[in-house]
């Protein structure tokens, strides 16, 4: 090789490397994830673009939100199968957005627009959850259009996945490569999770109640532990005593104070 090729070469090389490495370091050093954003102490609507600036604001390392199919194939940012009342999967996008607004004024948000929100900056994480739908074709459409909009978007930095639909996370870990995926629905022992490829558990706290060596277990194996939903102080108490890795939580300032203390 041209000795000048050679050095070029390696000067991008290192180049990528710091500029991988500033990513990393640039994300909020807490275990905090505003789950569907900061909402509740400004009264914002769950999963709006407010509520996802207001997680970036306060610091908040992530900040969780939810993604359903319409009709026409626009992945959309709303927690439930239905906006307001009004089904998204037999809706078009069009139709929900003349439907009715969120109490704030905003229009239910497209992917598009959330990722274009959230990457303006490099501090806050984007949880980015995929919602089980009613057929597993579906399941597979939605996924489908979702990595390929983070991946034209190069978003790949801001998200982290994880879903209730195990299909959904197997089809991530196969077909998004170094996704970091996490599953949600708790009945996998940490483990078999390590086994199939997984990232993560993000369980309810309930899980880890009841299976009492599962945090040790996932430590063990090597697993980042994510844990909702965390609202009360003496559950937060303990999950913090605990040292699990991230904690989703409606009351995201209140969280905030305790890991600054």
Not at 7 to 12: D, R
Not at 67 to 72: G, I, K, N, P, R
Not at 158 to 167: G, M, T
């Amino acid at each position: 090789m041209n000795k000048k090729l050679f050095v070029a070469i390696l000067a991008l090389m290192i180049t990528g490397t710091a500029f991988a490495q500033k990513q990393i370091k640039s994300w909020n050093k807490n275990l905090v994830i505003a789950h569907r954003g900061a909402f509740k102490t400004q009264k914002l609507p769950e999963n709006s673009i407010a509520s996802l600036n207001e997680a970036i604001r306060i610091g908040c390392f992530g900040s969780e939100f939810d993604v359903q199919l319409t009709s026409d194939g626009v992945p959309v940012v709303n927690h439930n199968a239905d906006f307001l009342g009004k089904d998204i999967a037999t809706s078009t996008y069009k139709e929900l957005v003349e439907y009715k607004k969120l109490s704030n004024g905003e229009s239910i948000p497209t992917l598009e627009e959330y990722l274009k929100a959230g990457m303006k900056q490099k501090k806050t994480k984007l949880i980015l959850e995929i919602k089980p739908q009613k057929t597993q074709e579906k399941e597979e459409e939605l996924t489908k259009k979702v990595i390929a909009m983070v991946n034209e978007l190069k978003a790949t930095p801001w998200i982290e996945y994880i879903s209730f639909s195990h299909y959904i996370c197997k089809y991530l870990i196969a077909n998004a490569p170094g996704a970091r995926v996490s599953y949600l629905a708790g009945e996998i022992e940490p483990a078999k999770l390590k086994e199939q490829g997984f990232y993560g558990l993000d369980y309810n706290q309930g899980v880890f109640k009841k299976n009492t060596d599962w945090i040790a277990q996932a430590k063990v194996a090597g697993l980042i532990i994510n844990v909702w939903t965390v609202n009360a102080e003496k559950d937060m108490d303990w999950l913090l005593g605990e040292k699990v890795d991230y904690i989703t939580t409606n009351e995201p300032e209140l969280l905030l104070t305790k890991v600054k203390k």
